[in-house]
């Protein structure tokens, strides 16, 4: 069988073809589509057959944009798709593991907006029309949310009354399909799988995750993706004092209001607000390494949050024996990860800085180690394989179906 995966973002959709198999799926073919709704959105497709070079196309929104996903995948030579598995990054309160998309299901995630409105809206339009143009096939979704479902209640719950934490406003944690994948490929590796280890998902949106024998037992993000350690445009946690202060600041009647804020907290926030650059961070070193001052905070900024977030996970884990980075930041900037990890060899934290140069072509393997011989916390590279992840999904649930 042949599986399409959809990874949408708020302005991108990734998407992979794998072939199911016995154990794993691999995959055959992969593209993207990004800068959807910039007026220049870009598109590439690429598998073992067929290397498609990257060019413009129209895609003002996620419809026109997965209409180009499915004609991608749809054309001469493509295997025929089987079925069909979404990143969905927030389940709402009442979904609680990955499903088949039904319409009660639909009918759920159009209530779980109020809790991802930066992300759900676009996900939900791509499944609709998808499964229109795959009437015939089983569609799944794969939320974020389901591995940090083993956090203890004393890490979900809000101090807030009962009647909201009723209605489900609780700490879901987000990048769960992500630490899932590092754990399974550890574990699959045949590396020993740290009974206390931190994962620092660092990207655009950023988050770091506590485990216990490779089960989530609390993270950074909290009822939504906008919280936690500073992000790309978001500012992570804030005192709930600043937000009413921002509300009663903004103009225009109580639906604007939020609305001014709402945008504020996810697109004018965090690295790109104290830079005052777009959100890259590459750029943003760049800047940073010519003198400019601003952009020199936000990386002092963003550092010491996720270094304070390591720390206190080791303290709360009693003693760290992993941290893996990953993402985009935590896969591709070495500059970042010495940052971050700067100060913490009092807690036997150390790493050997020539590893962590190492370029990606010169790395021996995908789980690749740049702690220090003597130092008592091992320290990993290894690419979230979110895709490969929700295949798994798909596939079992295809089993079981």
């Known amino acids: 069988m042949h599986l399409l995966v959809i990874n949408s973002g708020s302005s991108s959709i990734k998407f992979s073809i794998f072939a199911s198999g ?8 992969e593209g993207e589509v990004s800068g959807i709704g910039s007026g220049h959105a870009t598109f590439r497709f690429h598998g073992s057959d067929r ?5 413009t196309i ?9 209409g180009q996903v499915v004609a991608a995948v749809t054309q001469p030579g493509i295997p025929q798709i089987d079925a069909v598995g979404y990143r969905v990054v927030h389940p709402g309160a009442k979904l609680d593991s990955h499903t088949l998309i039904t319409p009660e299901v639909l009918h759920q995630l159009d209530h779980a907006v109020a809790f991802a409105p930066l992300h759900d809206p676009s996900a939900i339009e791509i499944i609709r029309d998808t499964m229109a143009s795959f009437p015939t096939i089983p569609h799944f979704a794969c939320f974020d949310t389901i591995f940090h479902h083993t956090m203890p209640e004393t890490a979900s719950t809000y101090a807030i009354p009962l009647e909201y934490r009723q209605q489900g406003v609780r700490r879901y944690g987000f990048h769960g399909l992500s630490c899932e994948s ?3 490929e550890m574990r699959e590796a045949s590396v020993y799988l740290p009974r206390r280890m931190v994962i620092a998902h660092l990207g655009s ?13 609390d993270t950074t993000m909290g009822l939504t993706p906008t919280g936690g350690v500073v992000m790309g445009t978001r500012p992570g946690d804030l005192d709930p004092g600043l937000v009413l202060y921002l509300l009663r600041q903004m103009q225009g009647d109580r639906t604007q209001a939020f609305r001014a804020v709402e945008n504020l907290l996810n697109h004018s926030s965090g690295i790109a607000a104290l830079s005052g650059l777009p959100n890259d961070m590459r750029s943003t070193r760049k800047a940073a390494a010519e003198g400019n001052t601003s952009a020199q905070l936000a990386i002092d900024v963003f550092t010491r949050s996720v270094r304070k977030a390591i720390g206190s996970f080791a303290f709360l884990l009693g003693g760290l024996d992993a941290i893996v980075f990953t993402g985009g930041i935590g896969e591709h900037d070495a500059r970042s990860r010495a ?11 150390i790493l050997d800085a020539t590893l962590n140069d190492a370029e990606k072509s010169a790395r021996q393997n995908e789980l690749w180690r740049i702690s220090a011989s003597n130092s008592s916390t091992a320290i990993f590279l290894i690419p979230a394989k979110e895709d490969w992840m929700i295949a798994r999904h798909v596939q ?3 089993g079981d179906s």
């Open 58 to 66: 129209q895609a003002d929104d996620p419809v026109e944009a997965i």
């Open 22 to 29: 016995t154990h794993s799926p691999g995959s055959l073919y």
């Open 51 to 55: 290397d498609q070079p990257s060019r």
């Open 396 to 398: 079992c649930m295809l």
């Open 182 to 184: 590092i754990v399974t």
């Open 205 to 217: 949106g950023s988050s770091v995750s506590a485990l216990l024998d490779g089960r989530s037992v």
């Open 339 to 349: 940052e971050i990890l700067a100060g913490l060899q009092p807690l036997g934290i």
